[in-house]
């Protein structure tokens, strides 16, 4: 099974460090492959940056899909994923909505940890598109500033450990997720530290991915995810234009 | 004054349209200016091509936005709304929103009507991210194909009254949205022939613009829509890369 | 264009502040005509008195409407306004779903700040009755008592700049509205102090009845909010008996 | 226990016809005592009315309150009741909550059953205000015009059984309540000709009211619903001025 | 009348409390008859012992229905009601649901104050369930560890009218519900130091359980608490076993 | 890895026909072992019949669960499940669950398609608890009688195959789930003859079951799924009383 991990960031070493933790907890046999954006920022924390990250989201699907299995679009937030659900004749699942949807089978309520506040109302917004809200314990945020996303783990560890304790007994939550593809890795470190399941987003997609795989979805032909009727048009980046407009034979 | 309409479609002729029925309706004073995508569809229609137009929303109205005091993102379904909110130190409304809000005051319940089903789930997700099920009265599609975008009025008016006529008695809408670009005007043609006020989502948006100008909002500098901080950049338009990066100065 | 500002109030003190506003941001050319209340209580606060006062703007409308375009239910909370709007040929806006609405395309989240915790219930209510909870970031209150309700904006104007300040940060607000008629002004005030863009109700309702006649809606004649049936009455008095029964020319 | 009935409606035939109904299913020692409105309409059937009839039950609870246990707003739609609550220092409960919570102890999804298209859209708002949207299984209403309120049942008997056993198979109800005063008394007859245990909402109110009577709440002094503060007021008859203003002392 | 009280607990003592207090609220001619479970656990704190003690709860109706005209689950959450109302030809009510729509006409928002924070999940869920959480204020709960389940009231009476008022303060409620079957009785005792009704809810499922049976309603004979079709059943108590696939007799 | 397929219905039939799509779906290297309720009825469709197989899901757990890496419940509606996640210190997952939380990341709206009218209630139950409402499009029931639960995808298969085709088009489901035990393995037979993802629960849940164990969640020591207080009991099975009573060890 191959599975195509995009990253609608643009810093390689958010890559980087998602296709390590992807590769140690799939599934003898999947392969993982990576690719970052061209275009957008080093790292998503905005609505109008998801949006930006949205359209790579696309691009980035168009140009790298053959010959995968299924897609991650791994940043939490899942910017563009419901497109890239329609265009895709493979399953294509987001991080955020893999890690909620888990957690959903370990707890009644989850809560989700950050580390930048420019993050809640972003995420606050994913939640609701998932329908989840009733399922949802809030958000716990790091309120201190960081010197680079790549070092988010180390700088912080502490903290959003602490975080994650307080989300239990403040929020009642039954399962802390670390949301933002920094943190990457940092569950399977703590996890002795938190008294309740925590989720590792990048480790919850991987697995979704690979369990979409084993359910041999076919590709909807009607409903609302259907591949979209072809249509011109003007300035996309061939491989998308081709999506759109082309007959598709992925 | 002075609007921006930016029309995340390509087709020049929707925007030309657009703008007719904009001009029609604002206070004498208001002056209109409508751009036309460069990239992407003539015709937004599913959620993959939102996202791809949502992020021209973004590209347009770094471009133009100086020298205007509010902007309309002009396709039913508001792509990029959020971003573009975050982003613009001047208000911008989006079709769908400024339709769906308008009629909440004409009634309790409120249709929309369009002329083709590949619509229908966008349209429905746009309701739920207003947080305006309890007030949504459901969506009349019409069944038949049409020969081209800019045809639609033409050809399907007597099909959309009669589900602007049925969404009253069935669905028990107490107001109608025409949704959709290529609608803008049809409204004021077929009033007479349903029996609950019909909105024109184009005439809805300009006015709401005009009416978050005359309020003075202040632009954000705390909350969810303040402006982003300042992140650099890759592979963005220029004008979008200073607002993404640079300092501010509209 | 003459909008008739029904203050269900019987404090003309309330109504004449209300009119000033009004007027100030009001399009030339719009006329603005208050009334108040002959029978009820000074400053309407509680369930009870909103229901005394919601009979009222039904008699105030029936005595004064012809002549109008459009008219404006000038108590937060919206005393009588679904009434009013069955009755009423003509658009009828209530101050706090104008304020509300108006909000929602500001911002995600909007938060009501108001002077007295006894409207805290009514005020929720309202918010309830219009859908709007999921973008509702609640209700601050000064717990403070004042010496009378003229007064409210010289004694408490800090005290409110704080309490909108708290919003933002406490409950995550994007917006915020001033509720109640006699913070009518305030908002233009305060403005630079509150870093988020504030409401001021009765700004918004005027505004948002202008926008309603602009758009030309139809009185329905059908739906909820059609003309009920003509039907005998005892008692009232003789313009709403006349509403309630007559034939309606106007 | 002395029960005091408030009929908001003017028809004096109605409140006899509750009167009826409520004495018969009473405990033996409670006593009934109706009221029917001085002013009003014969029978309240849209928003507008029952406003006007809600500010009627503040009237007659002021009036009439003395030497009662409690008392029971008698017109499905419960107006004026949340305010009624408020002033009142005994209990108060309305026909529609108290069917309807009834209904709730006797299956998951109740439907009402009623007789003119007309109550529908109040009916519904009923619903909702009371947070029961996702225990109700809609409204069947009778399409057929009738000569007079007080020949419903006769005229429309054999139509509401059928309405409410298709409730059961279309709507998927567990329980029907007939709604609407003038249907008081049809329950008993038709009980078995209905799949489903089927409530009368003036039985239930009764019994509801006896119910809190046993159950000795003490007259709130905090919360939403403690009697509001003492206001000064203009124009209301005398015991409502009272009440609204003066020390009380019931 | 005879009601039979369903304790699922297997502690006699608690029984005992609740037929004491059962008896003293029923109406005179209401004989009340206390069973304890003879499997499960002295006190039902989770969601896993109410699952075992829902099932006792069928096993004790089954035993014991013949003779009684109502039952109630004598346990706050309600465990196996539902079933219990599929089965029973008579009407079945739970203490937590008579509690919680009896709390509804005495107020908008009702709080659940208890004893020990292990209920409060279970507690939650009955909330939902329900279907109220639009109506619910929250859940207080001592965070003290009692020596016996039978001393809660005298060691903790304080602790619990402290709550009581705080959750009137703190979660805006207009009536406290004392939960969980060891607090029967404490209510009438602290009447007088809560600010708002306060509700039993033993006292409230026994009205409850003698509201509905003088409503008289029928066993359902469609809708979803239908008696399930008779089938057979492999090691439940005979009488349990003859309900689910005997011909049912009583 | 082990995981223990626990059947709350007696019938080992259907025992044997979820084992062998289980076995088929799991990764090499999974062992599947089933157990069949030894108490209870040979098909769960009621809510008390699956009050009495969520006693018996816990009954099964704690005699079984040793050796093994997580649990399946293994009918549609989950019984049991929340308690045998607060007792098990190993994940446990519902098919039910699992089904529509998979469906989730295949579209927008699932529909759940079954065999029989009776199993209604308690399915829309089940995804209330699960917090789905706002992600389900309806349930499809054959209304035709069958000869045979083992029958049921012989007999039924091309009138499910339609019904599934009409949840696409009637209901706008993306994604069908096949609920009910009896229909493990259809989904993959009849894949080709419905236009969108099918979703086979037995397959769902054990590819779940296996995310869990390699997400290597550990057993919450805080919130509400922590193992419960341990407690004295009275006639439960040694295990169940051991798990519910004694140190747990496993």
Redesign the interface.
């Known amino acids: 099974m191959r599975l195509l991990v995009i990253n609608p960031n643009?810093s390689a070493s958010v890559t980087e460090r998602i296709v390590t933790v992807a590769r140690a907890?799939a599934?003898p046999g999947t392969e993982i492959v990576g690719v970052t954006a061209?275009?957008?920022?080093?790292y998503i924390?905005?609505?109008?940056?998801?949006?930006?990250g949205?359209?790579q989201?696309?691009e980035m699907l168009a140009e790298h899909r053959q010959g995968f299995d299924a897609a991650v679009v791994a940043a939490f937030g899942d910017p563009?994923l419901?497109?890239?659900?329609?265009?895709s004749s493979m399953?294509v699942?987001g991080m955020a909505?893999?890690a909620m949807?888990?957690a959903?089978?370990?707890?009644?309520?989850f809560a989700i940890v950050t580390f930048s506040t420019?993050l809640?109302?972003w995420y606050r917004?994913c939640v609701?598109?998932?329908?989840?809200?009733?399922?949802f314990a809030g958000i716990s945020v790091a309120k201190r500033s960081l010197s680079s996303i790549d070092n988010v783990q180390a700088e912080m560890q502490s903290l959003l450990v602490e975080l994650a304790q307080r989300a239990?007994?403040e929020h009642?939550?039954?399962?802390v997720i670390f949301g933002g593809a920094p943190l990457a890795g940092l569950a399977?470190k703590i996890?002795?530290r938190v008294?309740?399941?925590?989720?590792?987003a990048t480790?919850?997609a991987v697995?979704?991915a690979?369990?979409?795989v084993?359910?041999?979805?076919?590709k909807?032909?009607?409903?609302?995810?259907?591949s979209?009727?072809p249509?011109?048009?003007?300035?996309?980046s061939p491989p998308?234009a081709e999506m759109?407009s082309g007959p598709r034979t992925e």
Chains 1, 2, 3, 4, 5, 6 share one sequence.
């Open positions: 643009t907890v599934t061209a275009r957008g920022v080093p924390a905005t609505r109008a940056e998801a949006i930006i949205g359209a989201v696309l563009g419901p497109g890239a659900r329609e265009l399953p699942v909505e893999a949807l888990t959903c089978m370990l707890g009644r309520r420019v809640l109302p917004e609701e598109y998932n329908g989840l809200v009733s399922r239990v007994v009642e939550a039954d399962v399977d996890r002795d008294p309740v399941p925590v989720i590792d480790e919850a697995k979704q690979e369990t979409l084993a359910l041999r979805p076919r909807a032909s009607a409903g609302s995810f259907r979209p009727d249509k011109p048009s003007v300035g996309l998308l759109v």
